[in-house]
């Protein structure tokens, strides 16, 4: 897939699910003085041909953004697959053969992250996922928009975990580097964590 263009590729900022450790959605929490998904969309956005956010909270929250906002695909939030197969639906909607995924509490990812992802892939191959020494990364991904009933078909036949199903699917992954002493996939949980991306984008900026 090397030589498609961002055309070929739609982008998905998974933003559904319950964050109850940060007591708000973390896509509004406040970060730098711009809301979490601000930084994720910065990053993700001039990477893609099109983006949307999946989103199972008050649309009113983040129609500021003028983008689709998806709902998960199917019933009772079962996790980041019903929002991954959401934007499989969107992204055949908008004749992309490929979706890129990115969760919003990672504000940090690779600017050259889908491009990456995307020399790795083969046509009629499985997913792309993101590696980094922290482990690997199932929702930093590339999803081959034709696995769109077959993710279907497993959400309705209890499967929930992303990277279980991705690796059933033949994935493939993609190492990534640290930048300047940290981890680019480095998620926000907890205040102590958004602190920390504080003082990391004082870094970057200074």
Do not use: C, Y
Not at 55 to 66: M, T
């Amino acid at each position: 897939m090397g030589s498609a263009g961002t055309a070929d590729v739609a982008g998905l900022v998974l933003a559904g699910g319950r964050s109850s450790r940060m007591g708000q959605d973390k896509a509004l929490l406040a970060l730098a003085g711009r809301p979490l998904i601000a930084h994720v969309l910065d990053r993700l956005a001039p990477q893609v041909g099109g983006v949307a956010v999946s989103w199972n909270g008050e649309p009113a929250a983040l129609a500021h953004l003028g983008l689709p906002l998806l709902s998960d695909a199917a019933p009772d939030r079962p996790g980041p697959l019903a929002g991954v197969l959401a934007g499989l639906d969107w992204a055949a909607g908008q004749g992309a053969d490929w979706l890129a995924t990115v969760p919003v509490d990672t504000p940090f990812v690779p600017r050259d992250l889908v491009a990456r992802l995307a020399a790795a892939a083969v046509p009629g191959g499985g997913p792309v996922l993101a590696a980094s020494d922290s482990g690997l990364h199932p929702a930093a991904a590339l999803w081959p928009v034709r696995l769109r009933e077959d993710l279907r078909l497993a959400l309705d036949q209890g499967q929930r975990r992303v990277a279980g199903w991705a690796l059933d699917q033949g994935a493939v992954t993609v190492q990534f580097a640290s930048e300047a002493g940290f981890d680019p996939f480095v998620n926000l949980n907890t205040p102590e964590d958004l602190s920390d991306a504080e003082a990391l984008l004082r870094g970057e900026r200074g």
